[in-house]
């Protein structure tokens, strides 16, 4: 099966891509630097042609509003476009878990509006929502600190391995589409607040985490729920115990 992978020079995209050649498919890696541009549709025919299936995990380089909204508007347009006219079988997207209830976030609402878009296509889909990264951590702390100190929601999240969404976006791809939403996290829920507490012990920062029930995310406040999965989603296998192992040893 020839698989293109929107976003596949990136973390996500380029183990995508790794995963589905293991298997013996026809994995191409799309992205500007490959001479595909969604945005100004350089390139999509030809990388479309032949194409059983499409994985989209390009993200957005600007988090503003506008930015991001413009992003995924016209790089979902142009290449759902595409896809329609090559006879692409299936649109897999991954997404974020609890976008739906983060629409206060100008970001957020860019990512329901690609999900919208993907919905109203006639191209058979399947969307992943995942919940946070466990790298993503360090743009958390970074997005809190203050000095010697880091002011974060207490919150309860639940961050997912890279490598199980992985696994997840190949299993969908290879499925019949669902034409549904499915949701991805990882084994343990930890607050928010907790889970940087951890990521810094473990790099030896002793920098001070303070907790604030109402603090921001992405310009939202969240509750327990907002960045949390349903009871039917996925469970990766890798533990924050098991990342945190890993990610010091790598340093």
């Given at each position: 099966m020839k698989i293109v992978v929107i976003g596949g020079t990136g973390l996500i995209g380029s183990q995508v891509v790794s995963g589905l050649k293991a298997l013996g498919h026809e994995a191409v890696a799309a992205s500007p630097n490959t001479g595909v541009n969604t945005l100004t549709g350089e390139g999509l025919s030809d990388v479309l042609g032949g194409a059983e299936a499409v994985i989209?995990?390009?993200?957005?380089?600007?988090?503003?509003?506008?930015?991001?909204l413009d992003f995924f508007r016209t790089s979902g347009t142009n290449l759902l476009a595409a896809e329609q006219i090559a006879g692409v079988a299936h649109h897999v997207a991954l997404s974020v878990v609890g976008t739906?209830?983060?629409?206060?976030?100008?970001?957020?609402?860019?990512?329901?509006?690609?999900?919208?878009?993907?919905?109203?296509?006639?191209?058979?889909?399947?969307?992943?929502?995942?919940?946070?990264?466990?790298?993503?951590?360090?743009?958390?702390?970074?997005?809190?600190?203050?000095?010697?100190?880091?002011?974060l929601s207490s919150a309860m999240v639940q961050?997912?391995?890279?490598?199980?969404?992985?696994?997840?976006?190949?299993?969908?791809?290879?499925?019949?589409?669902?034409?549904?939403?499915?949701?991805?996290?990882?084994?343990?829920?930890?607050?928010?607040?907790?889970?940087?507490?951890?990521?810094?012990?473990?790099?030896?920062?002793?920098?001070?985490?303070?907790?604030?029930?109402?603090?921001?995310?992405f310009g939202s406040v969240i509750d327990d729920r907002s960045l949390t999965p349903g009871p039917d989603a996925r469970i990766g296998a890798t533990t924050l115990e098991d990342w945190l192992r890993s990610a010091i040893s790598a340093d």
């Amino acid at each position: 099966m020839k698989i293109v992978v929107i976003g596949g020079t990136g973390l996500i995209g380029s183990q995508v891509v790794s995963g589905l050649k293991a298997l013996g498919h026809e994995a191409v890696a799309a992205s500007p630097n490959t001479g595909v541009n969604t945005l100004t549709g350089e390139g999509l025919s030809d990388v479309l042609g032949g194409a059983e299936a499409v994985i989209d995990v390009a993200n957005s380089p600007s988090f503003e509003a506008d930015a991001a909204l413009d992003f995924f508007r016209t790089s979902g347009t142009n290449l759902l476009a595409a896809e329609q006219i090559a006879g692409v079988a299936h649109h897999v997207a991954l997404s974020v878990v609890g976008t739906d209830r983060l629409q206060s976030s100008g970001y957020f609402r860019a990512k329901l509006a690609q999900e919208e878009l993907i919905k109203a296509s006639p191209t058979p889909w399947t969307i992943l929502r995942s919940t946070q990264f466990f790298p993503f951590v360090a743009g958390i702390i970074q997005s809190g600190s203050a000095g010697d100190e880091v002011h974060l929601s207490s919150a309860m999240v639940q961050p997912v391995a890279a490598e199980d969404v992985v696994e997840a976006l190949i299993e969908l791809v290879l499925a019949a589409p669902l034409n549904d939403t499915v949701e991805i996290a990882g084994p343990q829920a930890i607050r928010m607040d907790a889970f940087a507490q951890e990521y810094l012990t473990a790099q030896e920062d002793l920098r001070k985490i303070v907790a604030e029930p109402d603090g921001l995310y992405f310009g939202s406040v969240i509750d327990d729920r907002s960045l949390t999965p349903g009871p039917d989603a996925r469970i990766g296998a890798t533990t924050l115990e098991d990342w945190l192992r890993s990610a010091i040893s790598a340093d």
